[in-house]
Structure formats: structure tokens, C-alpha cells
């Protein structure tokens, strides 16, 4: 099955079958290697893309079900929010292997978008299906503070 | 991701060992091949470009613990150069350039904070030679200042862009000879700086090994035996090869006795297995789970983890199989001490989870191999991929990616001689990732083991007695991998008589280093066993722990030296960061937990603070860390973030992990089964670096080991329950 997939603005072809997940057709068929695979059952979120700006988990979202827009970590500094976490990111150097970053900065960036100064709990309960398992989880809500223009604490 | 000058560099470059054993390069290359591609190399570390850039060099595998940004910060700050001008570059594993390369054991720092300054030294004596041969000075009269070169008393200077093409004639001078800068004249060892690969990072660019793309290239998947080293009884191979998109599915024989590592390795090697290469890795994917295998019968397949807990409880009373250690006279100090208690401690296998599963891509081209691996261990794989294919090592090229997290687990290298066969099956490029349940399902597990105390106190309140029945695994006098405890483990040489026993179990699950092993267990059941004990003499903890340190600077010598005054300072450190003398003002439920502990050449004490609820949930509020890794912290901004890792990591498998055995295989496999730690459990960490005057170690490991005990007598504070089994099960504290 031919799929016709908006991704960062730019429409792709991808010839697969139609239970391939986003994941595999935005990674392998399609080359853009920012979402990553932890786990494929929507437990770590390293493969968090925004489809219509809302996140979803591409490992478990097949691609014939994908209508709207999709946004990938490669596209996410297009929005003013999306450049502002990267910008926090890098600022608070929150990484350690960075595997999990790309997810987490498209989760951060959809929390941000719908709520533009979250307190604790908020970054807790949209972060929290996020696995970091180099445990940055300090400079996570460090860097989402910051971005929201908030007391690093 | 490849470097310029692989392969080809290892001609270009005289070897140059210290007596040390470490190893700098020094380029004699013609000036022609010095200035390959417009740049002129210095040495097999640094290369400047006419533009005034610097290319430095990382050596070492990067896993998450920054070495890729901080060995290149000690070479720029005695080349004297701006930060802002480097450029990284990885190395590819060479060890005839670069000595050994590896991550682990927190060894990069101690290893490379002398030689990898005078790399940047030999580098910048060199500009200056070149400087002062143009100016007919001596160089004796030149100095330096942000990659320039100045001769005050003729008011001349140059730039090192200018200078470098010069010195492919300069003979490198003596490494040892050199001066190195005062720390007062720092400008970038122990400034914050930012990973160098953060805005690759941050903006989701290819960095990792799962990421790597070849022309041409399929993806494979691998499918073993839960059951480790069992063969392939069948498998239907066609129905894989049915699967649009599959190229070809195919029996690994294997070696069933590959669970073990060879001599030299870390980890084991190729298992029997069936592999499925396709156009894509969802492909591989849907083509395995077409192939219904069935395993041959397995001597461990009745291995258990509750058979392992039984046959411990029968082991520890009965007669040890060795005593490694035995001052004084245990027994009779323990009939005749004031008080005693008696503890049974047990911890779980556990799993090293990397976020990036285990991955490789190999490449075969007119019988040479190409790797492009995460690993952290490189040469090892080299090795292991020449035997098991039968070819020479330097047929085999290893590019090392960024690890999307190591712990340990990349220390073996079997996904790669996994990648290399299925790459000559499948005459094509491959890229073979393991899925989540892979990875958790055939790592290379920190070891299970179980601890039986006893200890004593006169009537002073003193530690007179100390009796460890270690119930591990392993065969003959030997242990498993990473399953051994040594005979100078703390409190030994610290209380007259102690006494260790060991007894142990085979096994037929692979074992390995995890992230401070050893110490991740041993901090956890010694340092609760001691809380134990100076709660039965009703002594602060934190008293405790330092009136058992004595007064004694150090105890023993190198390797085994023990510094009991750096611990007793960390110790002092976290008590009155944490307020830990107003602790009886805590709420009910809450309390506060210390735990010291020494590994990795670093002195670490913790407090941990927690709240238990009702029904038994644990939340850890805050932990507070007091570090003594020496005099001189190189990247605070990686080095913050070390620790702050380590003890959410240790909080981690503290509350959540454990791998069961049953059947001779792992349950567990995915983080449904696995839980890790999550944003909303993660306290905040404070960090005190107490400086002392002792040459800087690593930070990859030693905070974690005392986060674990620090949680759990912080529960017994807030509880009065002990916690003597990982990992922590609130039902146990229920109120
Ligand atoms: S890979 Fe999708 S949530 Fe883990
Ligand atoms: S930085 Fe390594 S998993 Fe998050």
C-alpha cells in the first residue's frame, strides 16, 4: 500500500504494508531517524512524534492510521515553543546518552503548547511516560521551567 | 560519523608509551599526509585547520557519561585554545594509535587526566617550536594565549592556523619534560561545559547506532532460545521467507557454550539462533514471528530464581565452601559481645536496559568486515569476530557510534559477532537490532546473591564481630562474572574479628558489570547490615559510621587502600547539608537514611529522605550526596549530571527492578513486566563536592552503590521496617 505522509512539511511516499507501525515507516522506509525505539509496546515514549500536534506513540500507531500532519524531532524546532526546549535543552545540557531526548523534547514541547506555564504535577503526569534510563529527570523539569519562562527551582 | 583518517592514521603515527603504560601518538608523517583534506595533524589527538578551527580527538566510546566532551576539554586547556574554536572527532577503536578504549570502570579520568594534558602540552610546544624556528627566537621566550602564539620582546605573534603546517618537521618533544599550567590558569578544566553533541541531539540528528545506514543495506533480526545457549530443534523457515519483504531466513548454529565469555571478554559470543533479513526491520520482525521455533532440551532449563533463594537458605548453614577472610576469632567474640543481631539479605537479578537495545551494522567487501557499533568495548569484539568468522583481526574495521546508554551491557560484544555472521549470510550491508524483549531477555545480568550476617557489639556500643555467609554463584573456587565480592570488602579491617564465608550455586544465566558492580549489591547489604547494627546499640547512624572509621587517615595500601579519613569527611559533609541532626523534627512516616561507600577510587556518603504512606508507597523526597573524587572536578556540567543519574538509577532498582528466573530463562521483557524509574518518583539530588588533595577519579559509577542503603534505612527510620530484599515491596509496609 502506497501511504502519502505530511512529515515537518513535506509530503513523502511510503510503499508498505498497512500495519507497519509510524516508527518503521518514518525510520526505515522514510530515513528520518530522530524517533527512536525503546520498547514498542507504548511504554518509553523515545518514539513520541506529534501527529496534528498532539503526541502519540509511533511504535504502536500503525500508518494506515495517520491522517493529519506529523511532526518529527527534526521538525520540531519550526514552532516557537519547539525552538524554545530545544533552546532549554541544550542551555541546561540536560542529556546523557541523549536516546531518549527526542521523545522527551516532543512531549515537553506538546505539554507546553497546551499549557504554557505547567507546575509540578502537570510536568509530572505528561512526562511521566517518558522513560530516561540515565535518570536526567532533574534537568527534564529543569529545562521544561525554563522554557516556560518559570523558577528552575 | 567516520573519521577522516581511519585505518590509514595507525601508519601515520609513532607509538609513544610512558612507562605508564599510556600511550600518546605523535605524527611523523611526511608534511603531505600531515596535511591530508587541508588540515594539518599535530598528533593522532589534534588536527588545526587553516580557518583556526582544531579538530581534538575522542578516544573512548561515549555512552551517555561525556568523555567525548571532556577528554578533549584536558587536551584544549594546555594547547591553550578557545573551547569555542574545538571540533570533536570520534576515534575508531585503534589501539595502536590510542592504547585501550574503553568505557568503564570510571577509568577514563584517572587514566587519561595526566596524559591527555600532555597531549594538548606536546601539541603547543610544537606550534611554538614552529613559531620560534620562523622568528629565529628560542622558544623559550614564546608563550601562548587563545591559539596564538606571541614573542613579547619582538612584539610578534601567530596564529596556530598559521603555524601548524610547520610542524610535520618538528620532532614531538618528550611528554614528560613539559610543563603543565597551573590550576589557577584554568580557562576550561572545571568551567560547565555543554555536551558537544547536545544540538545534534536536541534536534534528533543521526548519532547513534541503531541509526547508522549503509547503501544497500537490509535489516535483520535474531531469534535465541530463552533458554541461554539452547540449539534450534527447528523452525519454519519458509513461512519467514513467505513475509513480503523477507530476503532470506537462516539457522546460526551457533556455539550453545558461547553464554560464557572466552578468555579476554566481557559477555558471550554467537548463540544458536535463527535470523530473518529483510528489506526492512519491521519485516525481519513479522518474518520471525512466523517461524514458530522449537529448542532442544537444555540442562539449565530447570533453573529458578525461587530454587536459587532455597538452596541458599540451605546453603548458609551449612559447612562454607571458603573462607577468604578471617581476623580474630569471629565466633567466640559473638558469645561473648554485649549484643547481637542476625540478618538475612537477598538482591535480584537485574537488567541493564539501555535504551537502545543492542544493535550493530556490518558490512563485508572483498573479505574484510566493517562494524559500525555501539559498544563499549571494542577491541574484545574485534577479537571475538576474528575467531568466531575465522578471519584476522585486521581485516575488521570497528567504527564506534554514540551508545544510547552502556551500564555495562556494551562491555560484550554479541550483537556485533551476531551483525558480522548474518552481514557474510546475507552477502549484504545489515543492521540487526534486538527487540526490547531481546535485550532484557539475554543481557548479561547483574548476578542475584544472598548475604547471611551476624554481628556483635561489646557493651560500649562497639562493632567487635562481623560474619558474612556470601551465598553467590559459580563453579569450583571461582564466582560468575561480576558475582565476586573481594576479602577487603568494608567493614573488613575495620572490626577485630570478621569473618567471610562463601558458598555458591551454578548457574546457567550469563552474568556481567553493571553500572558499579559489584558495589551496586554489596553497598545495599553492608551498609544496611551496619545501620542494623548501630540501631541495636542505640547510636546515632551517622555517629556510627564514623566512630567505625577511627581515626586512621587510611587503612591498607594500593590497590586495596582504604582512605577512612576522605570517607569521614564526605560523611560529615552530607550530615550537615541534610540537616540530618534535626531529623526527629521529620513528620510521622518520614525519615531520613545515610549510607557511605567507597568504589571507583571515589569516597561518596548519601542521605536520603523519605515519606511512606499507609498503604506502603515509598516516596523519596530528597537525596543529598557528599563527593570526594579529588581536587579538581573537570566538567561540572557532566559531572552534576553523573551523580544525579547515578543515585536516581540506584533509587531505581531499589524500588522497581528484579529479573526472575524460571525455567532457566528471564521473565521479564519489556518495561510493562520492568518498571524503571519515571519523572514523577525522581527527588531532587544535591551535590557537594568536597575537594580534596588527591589526584581526580571517575564519576560513571560510585554514587550510585550508596543511594540504595541511604533509601532503605531511611525507610527503617521512617518505618521501622528493614528492608533486607530488593527490590522494596511496599505490601511489606503497610501500616
Ligand atoms: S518505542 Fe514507542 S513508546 Fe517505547
Ligand atoms: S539521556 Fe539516556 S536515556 Fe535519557
Known amino acids: ?153 | 560519523m567516520t573519521r577522516e583518517l581511519t585505518g590509514a592514521s595507525r601508519r601515520e603515527f609513532l607509538t609513544a608509551a610512558s612507562a605508564s603504560g599510556l600511550v600518546i601518538s605523535f605524527a611523523v608523517a611526511s608534511k603531505a599526509e600531515a596535511q591530508a583534506g587541508g588540515l594539518s595533524r599535530i598528533n593522532a589527538y589534534v588536527q588545526v585547520a587553516p580557518d583556526g578551527w582544531v579538530t581534538i580527538t575522542n578516544k573512548n566510546p561515549e555512552i551517555g557519561q561525556g568523555i567525548k566532551t571532556m577528554l578533549p576539554m584536558l587536551i584544549a586547556e594546555e594547547l591553550d585554545i578557545p573551547w569555542e574554536k574545538v571540533r570533536i572527532d570520534q576515534a575508531d577503536s585503534d589501539p595502536a594509535v590510542y592504547g585501550r578504549q574503553f568505557a568503564g570502570g570510571s577509568m577514563a579520568t584517572p587514566l587519561h587526566w595526566e596524559d591527555h594534558r600532555r597531549v594538548g602540552a606536546v601539541a603547543r610546544a610544537m606550534l611554538i617550536q614552529a613559531a620560534a624556528q620562523a622568528w629565529n627566537c628560542p622558544a623559550g621566550e614564546c608563550t601562548t594565549t587563545a591559539g596564538v602564539v606571541l614573542h613579547k620582546a619582538s612584539n610578534r605573534k601567530a596564529t596556530y592556523a598559521s603555524l601548524a603546517t610547520q610542524c610535520a618537521g618538528i620532532t614531538p618533544p618528550d611528554p614528560k619534560t613539559l610543563p603543565l599550567k597551573d590550576p589557577r590558569d584554568y580557562k576550561i578544566i572545571g568551567q560547565a561545559k555543554v555536551q558537544y553533541d547536545t544540538p545534534k541531539i536536541v534536534t534528533g540528528q543521526p548519532l547513534f547506532g541503531i541509526d547508522v545506514v549503509r547503501p544497500g543495506m537490509l535489516f535483520a533480526a535474531y531469534e535465541k532460545a530463552p533458554v541461554f545457549g539452547a540449539r534450534v530443534a527447528s523452525a519454519d523457515l519458509a513461512a519467514a521467507q513467505k513475509v513480503k519483504g523477507v530476503r532470506k531466513a537462516f539457522v546460526v548454529e551457533g556455539d550453545p557454550k558461547a553464554v560464557q565469555p572466552q578468555p579476554g571478554q566481557i559477555g558471550g559470543g554467537l548463540l544458536p539462533g535463527v535470523a530473518v533479513v529483510a528489506d526492512t526491520w519491521w519485516a525481519a520482525k513479522k518474518g520471525r514471528d512466523q517461524l514458530r521455533t522449537s529448542w532442544q532440551e537444555h540442562p539449565t532449563s530447570a533453573q529458578s530464581s525461587a530454587a536459587f533463594a532455597a538452596k541458599a537458605r540451605e546453603l548458609s548453614t551449612a559447612k562454607p565452601q571458603r573462607t577468604p577472610r578471617n581476623d580474630g576469632d569471629v565466633d567466640a567474640a559473638l558469645k561473648s559481645a554485649a549484643k547481637t543481631v542476625e540478618a538475612a539479605y537477598a538482591y535480584p537479578f537485574i537488567s541493564h536496559a539501555t535504551l537502545e537495545p543492542q544493535n550493530c551494522t556490518a558490512e563485508w567487501k572483498d573479505g574484510k568486515l566493517e562494524i559500525w557499533a555501539p559498544t563499549q568495548n571494542p577491541e574484545p569484539g574485534r577479537q571475538l569476530c576474528a575467531k568466531t568468522l575465522g578471519i584476522k583481526p585486521e581485516d575488521i574495521t570497528i567504527h564506534m557510534t554514540r551508545c544510547g546508554g552502556g551500564f555495562g551491557r556494551r562491555l560484550a560484544n554479541d550483537y556485533m559477532v551476531e551483525a558480522a555472521w548474518i552481514a557474510r549470510e546475507a552477502g549484504a550491508p545489515v543492521k540487526l537490532l534486538w527487540t526490547r524483549e531481546d535485550d532484557m531477555r539475554h543481557d548479561i545480568y547483574r548476578p542475584g546473591g544472598f548475604h547471611y550476617f551476624r554481628g556483635g557489639l561489646d557493651a560500649a556500643g562497639n562493632l567487635v564481630a562481623f560474619h558474612d555467609h556470601f551465598v553467590s554463584f559459580g563453579e569450583g573456587t571461582g564466582f560468575a562474572p561480576s558475582a565476586g565480592m573481594g576479602p577487603t570488602e568494608y567493614p573488613a579491617r575495620f572490626v577485630p574479628n570478621f569473618r567471610i564465608d562463601v558458598s555458591t550455586m551454578p548457574l546457567g544465566v550469563p552474568t556481567g558489570p553493571l553500572r558499579a558492580p559489584g558495589s551496586n549489591a554489596l553497598a545495599f547489604v553492608f551498609q544496611s547490615f551496619i545501620d542494623e547494627m548501630a540501631h541495636a546499640a542505640g547510636a546515632d547512624p551517622l555517629a556510627f559510621q564514623l566512630k567505625l572509621l577511627g581515626d586512621k587517615p587510611t587503612v591498607g595500601e594500593a590497590p586495596a587502600l582504604y582512605g577512612a579519613g576522605r570517607m569521614a569527611g564526605v560523611l560529615k559533609a552530607v550530615g550537615e547539608m541534610s540537616g540530618w541532626a534535626n531529623r526527629s523534627k521529620l513528620p510521622k512516616g518520614e525519615g531520613m537514611g545515610v549510607a557511605c561507600y567507597y568504589s571507583h577510587l571515589g569516597y561518596f556518603a548519601e542521605v536520603c529522605h523519605v515519606a511512606v504512606a499507609a498503604d506502603g508507597a515509598v516516596k523519596v523526597k530528597k537525596v543529598w550526596v557528599a563527593a570526594d573524587v579529588g581536587r579538581q572536578i573537570i566538567n561540572p556540567h557532566g559531572a552534576m549530571n553523573q551523580v544525579q543519574g547515578s543515585v536516581l538509577d540506584g533509587l531505581s532498582e531499589a524500588l522497581h527492578q528484579k529479573i526472575t528466573i524460571e525455567n532457566g530463562a528471564a521473565v521479564e521483557g519489556n518495561f510493562d513486566s520492568y518498571p524503571l524509574m519515571r519523572i514523577n518518583e525522581a527527588p531532587p539530588v544535591e551535590v557537594k563536592w568536597v575537594i580534596t588533595d588527591n589526584n581526580p577519579t571517575g564519576l560513571g559509577e560510585p554514587a550510585l552503590p550508596p543511594a540504595i542503603p541511604a533509601l532503605t534505612n531511611a525507610i527503617f527510620a521512617a518505618t521501622g521496617k528493614r528492608i533486607r530484599s530488593l527490590p522494596i515491596d511496599p505490601a511489606m509496609l503497610k501500616t
Open chain 1, 1 to 153: 500500500m502506497a501511504y502519502k505522509l505530511n512529515v515537518n512539511g513535506k509530503v513523502h511516499q511510503a510503499d508498505v504494508d498497512p500495519d507497519t507501525p509510524l516508527l518503521w515507516t518514518l525510520r526505515d522506509t522514510l530515513g528520518i531517524l530522530g524517533p527512536k525505539y525503546g520498547c514498542g509496546i507504548a511504554q518509553c515514549g523515545a518514539c513520541t512524534v506529534h501527529v496534528d500536534g498532539q503526541p502519540i506513540r509511533s511504535c504502536v500507531t500503525p500508518v494506515s492510521a495517520v491522517t493529519g500532519r506529523i511532526t518529527t524531532i527534526e521538525g520540531v524546532g519550526a514552532s516557537a515553543v519547539g525552538k524554545k526546549v530545544q533552546a532549554a535543552w541544550t542551555e541546561l545540557d540536560v542529556a546523557q546518552c541523549g536516546y531518549c531526548q527526542p521523545g522527551q523534547i516532543m512531549s515537553a514541547t506538546a505539554l507546553l503548547t497546551s499549557n504554557p506555564k505547567p507546575t509540578d504535577a502537570d510536568i509530572d503526569a505528561a512526562m511521566s511516560g517518558n522513560i530516561c534510563r540515565c535518570a536526567t529527570y532533574t534537568r527534564i523539569r529543569a529545562a521544561i521551567k525554563r522554557a516556560s519562562g518559570q523558577k528552575e527551582a
